[in-house]
């Protein structure tokens, strides 16, 4: 019953490396999305994938690039990382009907 | 762009109290809305899901609204309990996919 499952929970990273994280579903949806959270901002679209093959910009698409490797994985990466990067990003999915389902989070941070 | 505002930003109950959490967007055009629940460092849980032609859906104490022609909802809870204690927070879904959030009011019960 694992639903949206993100990986790493915690990341500390210098300015300049990259990274990817990685979200994977286990409910068969169609959309996946990356969502960024800030103090005092909410939760903010960067990147979805209405369907497998497919994919997006949202809100804050800038610095990130997405991959939906198939159906079950959508993953977000960082080629540069910068300290205006330093946030939690969830990811989240969705099947045909309206219900979204959310991860768990990870926390990234840039120094 | 479809903004969502939550007031009040914070709010502190004494146990037992009901109370009104308050939503509103600048879009009638939704197609669902939806509320949230997110403790400190964990992800969303979702609490309630209304459809663009519902006005209301309760599970438990809570009870969420819906008019959608004036762009309000409202989350009532019920007989406040130190473990509602939580960030609630309310999201819309307008054409396309993705949910638009608000910044989210933060709960605290007090025994």
């Known amino acids: 019953n694992a639903g949206v499952t993100q990986t790493p929970k915690f990341q500390v990273l210098k300015t300049g490396q990259s990274m990817t994280l990685q979200c994977a579903q286990d409910?068969?949806?169609?959309?996946m999305y990356w969502y960024r959270q800030d103090p005092g901002m909410g939760l903010r679209l960067i990147y979805y994938?209405?369907?497998?093959?497919?994919?997006d910009k949202g809100e804050v698409p800038n610095g990130y690039n997405v991959s939906r490797l198939n159906k079950r994985e959508f993953s977000l990466r960082l080629e540069s990382a910068a300290p205006s990067q330093t946030s939690v990003y969830f990811c989240?999915?969705?099947?045909?009907?309206?219900?979204?389902?959310f991860g768990q989070g990870t926390r990234l941070t840039v120094v | 762009k479809q903004e969502v505002t939550q007031i009040p930003a914070a709010l502190s109950v004494p146990e037992g109290e009901n109370l009104v959490l308050n939503c509103s967007f600048t879009?009638?055009?939704?197609?669902?809305l939806q509320w949230f629940r997110q403790d400190p460092g964990k992800g969303l849980t979702s609490l309630l899901l209304?459809?663009?032609?519902?006005r209301e859906q309760t599970s438990g104490r809570l009870n969420a609204s819906l008019d959608k022609s004036s762009g309000r909802s409202t989350l009532y809870i019920a007989a406040s309990q130190p473990g509602d204690s939580a960030t609630y927070l309310c999201?819309?879904?307008?054409?396309?996919?993705?949910?638009?959030f608000g910044k989210g009011t933060s709960l605290l019960v007090t025994p």
């Open positions: 989240a999915s969705r099947a045909e009907g309206p219900e979204a389902f």
């Open positions: 409910m068969n949806h169609n959309s």
């Open positions: 994938s209405a369907s497998e093959g497919t994919t």
């Open positions: 879009d009638s055009a939704i197609y669902n």
């Open positions: 209304i459809q663009s032609s519902q």
């Open positions: 999201a819309v879904r307008p054409s396309g996919y993705a949910l638009n």
